[in-house]
């Protein structure tokens, strides 16, 4: 095994509000080697976005964040705004739900994927324009010398996210956060957008995150996959240990509340009761606790570690978990 | 057409119905001749890509957008003919519930009387059977009204703000609710919770549905039978296990295929629908798919294929539906 690419140590991120000290992230560890894909899947509000903003080091300003992120040999907690800079925008590259979030619509999409070429592969400007065009060609843009002279808002939802994803892997980044790339787009758009992203990470040997709320979309496409709940990392295996054998009753519970096609119609869906805690108010024990079918005696008092099952690379946090191996062989 | 079996009485009966809107000197087919009926206590599901005319139909139904041309019967009267007191008296049997529940409560008025709203515009004097009716209905959706009754909408979680809309959209006891994807801006977990209880107090208070989404499971989940819409057009109806089982218009495949399924032992298609839906102002010649179809020729461009009965119940719009 290869060293990884990227390491996320003890990471947490605090934010302050009104209401008390928010945390957004609570001490998350995670790991991911180039040439591989990493899932974050999750309710809203369970710290995917803040996760991924400590890693770019793009959190707001009032947050406060401790533990480390070792990315091909750098600590980025520690790098200057400088060197930030020169690393984001070319090994390090991103794309958000809203393609508009890193769009910027006064300028020609030309313009702003010239400029990225051109500031961080010291290209000249025909050859920066020759680049640009492979680029949108690649990522399935129909006439894309014409697309160079448009705006964004001159494109559909679906048009603007590969551009978004042209300009992000414009200069051959060594890893790539996918922020719910898909999640604006509907289902025929979202499965040529995941193709896209698939197809550019094999051929480029390029680290991927793809965070989501959709168990579906990490389950065909990423190598490993981390379960979030309020801020924390609560189960993590490789995708098919995941699904074949989960022990965390969240993850069982996430997946049985999701409507499957080859349900019956008018089948009752097993639903989660209650919702998540109020990120202000940490509970004592288990965060979810209150919604647990499982919980029992110190599931109130104490928080589950994550610690590891007896598959290697599987981890999970509880103290009552499904499907161990003496169950399942009973 | 009739779509329904011939012991089922459609409540709601949509006959080739236009829609359009003005966009400048330009005009936006959003609903191009659409027919189609809902029995009664029947879910009929309506799915297609956004910007494929679900909620102009929904709103167009209800007669929050009028028609072009067409006719709406409902129970066998034409809303698109009333006007003034008749049609205020027919919207009290007929709902609609909204994609954004937050937005759709106003942020300054307490929760009892959002939901007490529709009585009073109906004119129900007695402030003690409204408050009656308040709390039957706060309760019928699992919220506690001596709790909720006092408090303002942003005290609610988007879930919560759900469950109010659809007490509101029950006060007036309608016989009939348009359901604009009501779950589609909710979390996984929330969203099961507010399905489950759609269904229940479907059955509860003998309720006819029309309900919206873009998610085909989430509509395979309530509907009874299910209708595909693309770019203005119905493409394919029919029951629901049956059009999921064996689609029978190319459109209906494609969106099966695309559904990520949350199974890793399942490879997801290789980039199965090529291209994006073109402009409702420009739409295609003939068979409005024809552009993104695997299968259309030269009839396609010339000739706009007709609804025909594909297999029992199930209807198609295609000049080559898949066998
Ligand atoms: N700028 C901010 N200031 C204060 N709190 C914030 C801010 N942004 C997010 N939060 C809070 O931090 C927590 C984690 O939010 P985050 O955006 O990471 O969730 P998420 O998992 O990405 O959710 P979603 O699926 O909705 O995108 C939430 O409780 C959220 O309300
Ligand atoms: N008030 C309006 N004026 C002009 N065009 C409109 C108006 N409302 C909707 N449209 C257009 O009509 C078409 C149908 O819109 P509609 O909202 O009915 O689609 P939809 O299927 O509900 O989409 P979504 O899934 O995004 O809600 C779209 O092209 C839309 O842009
Ligand atoms: S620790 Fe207890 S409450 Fe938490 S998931 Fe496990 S069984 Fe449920
Ligand atoms: S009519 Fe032609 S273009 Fe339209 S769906 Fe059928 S085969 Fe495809
Ligand atoms: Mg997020
Ligand atoms: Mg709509």
Not at chain 1, 34 to 63: D, F, Y
Not at chain 2, 97 to 126: C, H, T, Y
Request: aromatic share 4%; proline share 8%.
């Amino acid at each position: 095994m290869s060293a990884p690419l990227l390491t996320i140590e003890d990471v947490a991120v605090e934010l302050p509000t009104p209401r008390g000290n928010l945390r957004a992230v609570d001490h998350v560890d995670l790991s991911l080697e180039a040439g591989r894909t990493l899932g974050i899947v999750g309710e809203s509000g369970c710290g995917k976005t803040m996760l991924s903003r400590a890693v770019l080091q793009l959190l707001p300003k009032k947050a406060k964040l401790t533990g480390r992120v070792m990315f091909d040999g750098e600590d980025l907690v520690r790098l200057d705004a400088e060197r930030l800079r020169h690393l984001r925008g070319r090994d390090l590259a991103v794309v958000f739900q809203d393609p508009m979030t890193s769009l910027n619509p006064v300028l020609t999409i030309g313009t702003q994927l010239m400029e990225t070429i051109q500031e961080h592969l010291e290209l000249d400007a025909p050859a920066a324009r020759k680049r640009s065009i492979e680029l949108l060609a690649a990522v399935g843009i129909p006439a894309p010398e014409q697309r160079l002279a448009q705006y964004p808002h001159q494109c559909s939802g679906g048009m603007r996210q590969r551009i978004a994803i042209a300009i992000a892997l414009s200069c051959e980044p060594k890893l790539l956060i996918a922020d719910e790339p898909t999640t604006a787009l509907d289902v025929t758009i979202q499965a040529q957008i995941l193709d896209l992203l698939a197809r550019e990470q094999r051929r480029r040997h390029m680290a991927m995150i793809i965070i989501t709320h959709d168990l579906g979309v990490v389950a065909g496409r990423a190598d490993e996959v981390a379960v979030m709940y309020a801020g924390r990392v609560v189960e993590r295996a490789p995708t098919q240990a995941l699904f074949k054998r989960m022990h965390m009753p969240y993850t069982e519970a996430l997946l049985a509340a999701i409507p499957k096609l080859e349900t019956a119609p008018h089948t009752p869906l097993p639903a989660i009761s209650g919702r998540p805690p109020d990120p202000t108010r940490p509970l004592k024990g288990c965060s979810f606790a209150p919604r647990c079918r499982y919980a029992a005696g110190r599931c109130h008092e104490a928080k589950p570690e994550l610690k590891g099952a007896e598959m290697p690379g599987h981890l999970y946090a509880c103290f009552h978990p499904i499907q161990m191996a003496e169950e399942v062989g009973a | 057409m009739m779509q329904l079996a011939v012991r089922d009485e459609p409540l709601l009966n949509v006959d080739n119905l236009v829609v359009e809107y003005g966009l400048g000197n330009k005009t936006v087919h959003a609903v191009s001749g659409v027919s189609l009926q809902v029995a009664r206590g029947e879910t009929l599901g309506l799915v297609g890509e956004s910007g494929c005319g679900k909620s102009t139909l929904g709103r167009a139904v209800l007669q929050l957008r009028r028609a072009k041309s067409g006719r709406v019967l409902f129970d066998g009267e034409d809303l698109t003919a009333m006007e003034g007191e008749a049609l205020r008296k027919m919207r009290r049997r007929v709902q609609l519930i909204f994609q954004d529940p937050i937005a759709s409560l106003n942020p300054r008025r307490r929760i009892g009387d959002i939901v007490a709203e529709p009585l009073i515009i109906a004119g129900v004097k007695d402030a003690t059977e409204r408050k009656r009716r308040v709390h039957e209905v706060l309760g019928a959706v699992g919220l506690d009204p001596d709790l909720v009754a006092g408090r303002l909408p942003h005290e609610f979680s988007g879930g919560q703000c759900q469950r109010i809309c659809i007490a509101r959209s029950l006060v007036l006891n309608p016989e009939f609710i348009v359901c604009d994807e009501p779950v589609s801006a909710l979390d996984v977990s929330i969203r099961a919770q507010i399905l489950n209880l759609l269904e229940e107090m479907k059955a509860r208070f003998g309720l006819t549905l029309l309900f919206i989404a873009h998610d085909l499971a989430v509509v395979k989940a309530v509907s009874d039978r299910v209708a595909v819409m693309y770019l203005g057009r119905l493409c394919e109806v029919g029951p629901s296990e049956q059009l999921f089982a064996k689609p029978a218009h190319p459109y209906t495949g494609l969106l099966l295929q695309a559904i990520p399924v949350p199974d890793p032992d399942v490879r997801p298609a290789e980039s199965v629908a090529t291209g994006e839906p073109p402009s409702p102002i420009a739409p295609p010649s003939g068979c409005r798919f024809r552009t993104r179809c695997p299968r259309a020729d030269q009839r396609c461009s010339a000739e706009i294929p007709e609804l025909r009965e594909v297999a029992p119940g199930q209807f198609a719009a295609c000049h080559y539906p898949l066998a």
